[in-house]
Every structure is written in structure tokens, then in C-alpha cells.
């Protein structure tokens, strides 16, 4: 079965700084990973996917992400933080073959400090 | 197009009553869910469809029925609602139930409270 890990349910940076968010995966067979922002009340909007092609993948807004098979990981970052990156990020993922579900990690609320 | 829409937005109900979740999406995606938002607990998948006339169950899909008769439209009923499932309920699409077009697009939400 899969399942998705985010460790830290809250995150803060100051603007200007590096965000980094953690996402851990299990998985029997390698899967697709996403990640997804969610602005307050509103729905999930995809930042970035990883699909098996490369293992770094860039997303919208200046975030990107590395698939690391060897740490079953898939971490979220951007070199500088916008006051406007402030939201919810989950880490999602899915089977590449046997299965259609997406799960998703608990989320990690990221907070922007002026 | 529209996306994924969602009605209604807000919804607040008794304990024991029912009703229906309507959601649909214009882009002739094969694969809809539905989700549900709690704090802390991220987005748990209720039910999901890859395709008309299929469903099956997601982690937690007691207490919640679906049917798929069209491409487009897959509600999500609440039999007889419970507290437990006061939450923010979103609905998915995506475009093939597998393969590499993995990305799900969702609607706007609903959020419901039962009392």
C-alpha cells in the first residue's frame, strides 16, 4: 500500500529565505509523486509532477523538487520565499501501474515572516 | 471550459438528514474522486470512479454512496448524516485513471456541517 509522509505540519521562513518542505513516500513499486498548494479557501492547484523522466522536476511559482528513489523522498523547495508563497502544501502520490489512487500526505502549513 | 464544479458551497444539516454533492467536470476526464478535508488530516479519498458506470471504495467511504452514469457527473450522497462528517469535501478529475497524466484538477469545495 502507499502512503505519504510530510514532516512538519507547520513550517516558518522568513522572506528572502530558503523554503524547504519534506516529503517521504512508500510505495512497492516506484510511483508518480506530486505537489499541490492550497491558497485559503480555495481548491488544490498543481505546483509540480514527477513522472519517471528527471528526477528534478520545476514547478510554477520558483519551486522545484528532487525525486531521491535511494531516501524514498521527494522534497519541496524555492531558493527565496515570497510573502505570497504562504498556504498549504500536500505531497501526493500514486501508483504508476496496479492502481489509480492518489494519496495524500497531511499537508505542511507554510508561514512567510516579513 | 469550466473545470470541476462544485454545488453548493455551503451546506448545514441535521443529524440524520441526507443529501447529495453535486459535482462535475466539462473536460471529459475519465477518472473522478472525491475527497475530504480535515485539519491535521490532510485530504482522505472517500470514493472514486475510473470511468461511467464504475466506482469503488476510497480510505474512508462509510457513511457515503457514488454512482457514475455519465462522463461528467459524479455526486457524492451523504446517507444519513453524522457530526463526523462535518468537513470540507473536494471533488478531482483527471484526465486517464493511470499513466503518466497523473494530475488531478479540483473543484472549489463544499463545506459542510452537521449539527
Known amino acids: 500500500a502507499q502512503s505519504v509522509t510530510q514532516l512538519g505540519s507547520h513550517v516558518s521562513v522568513s522572506e528572502g529565505a530558503l523554503v524547504l518542505l519534506r516529503c517521504n513516500y512508500s510505495s512497492s513499486v516506484p510511483p508518480y509523486l506530486f505537489w499541490y498548494v492550497q491558497y485559503p479557501n480555495q481548491g488544490l492547484q498543481l505546483l509540480l509532477k514527477?513522472?519517471?523522466?528527471?528526477?528534478l522536476v520545476k514547478g510554477i511559482n520558483g519551486f522545484e523538487a528532487e525525486f531521491k528513489k535511494s531516501e524514498t523522498s521527494f522534497h519541496l523547495t524555492k531558493p527565496s520565499a515570497h510573502m505570497s508563497d504562504a498556504a498549504e502544501y500536500f505531497c501526493?502520490?500514486?501508483?504508476?501501474?496496479?492502481?489509480?489512487?492518489?494519496?495524500f500526505g497531511a499537508g505542511t502549513r507554510l508561514f512567510v515572516k516579513a | 471550459n469550466a473545470g470541476v464544479t462544485q454545488t453548493p458551497k455551503f451546506q448545514v444539516l441535521k443529524t440524520g438528514q441526507s443529501m447529495t454533492l453535486q459535482c462535475a467536470q466539462d473536460?471529459?476526464?475519465?477518472?473522478m474522486s472525491w475527497y475530504r478535508q480535515d485539519p491535521g488530516m490532510g485530504l482522505r479519498l472517500i470514493h472514486y470512479s475510473v470511468g461511467a458506470g464504475i466506482t469503488d471504495q476510497g480510505e474512508v467511504p462509510n457513511g457515503y454512496n457514488v454512482s457514475r452514469s455519465t462522463t461528467e457527473d459524479f455526486p457524492l450522497r451523504l446517507l444519513s448524516a453524522a457530526p463526523s462528517q462535518t468537513s470540507v469535501y473536494f471533488c478531482?478529475?483527471?484526465?486517464?485513471?493511470?499513466?503518466?497524466?497523473?494530475?488531478?484538477?479540483f473543484g472549489p469545495g463544499t463545506r459542510l456541517t452537521v449539527t
Open positions: 501526493a502520490v500514486s501508483p504508476a501501474t496496479g492502481g489509480f489512487k492518489t494519496i
Open positions: 514527477y513522472t519517471s523522466a528527471a528526477t
Open positions: 478531482a478529475s483527471k484526465l486517464t485513471a493511470g499513466g503518466p497524466t497523473g494530475e488531478q484538477y
Open positions: 473536460m471529459n476526464h475519465e477518472y
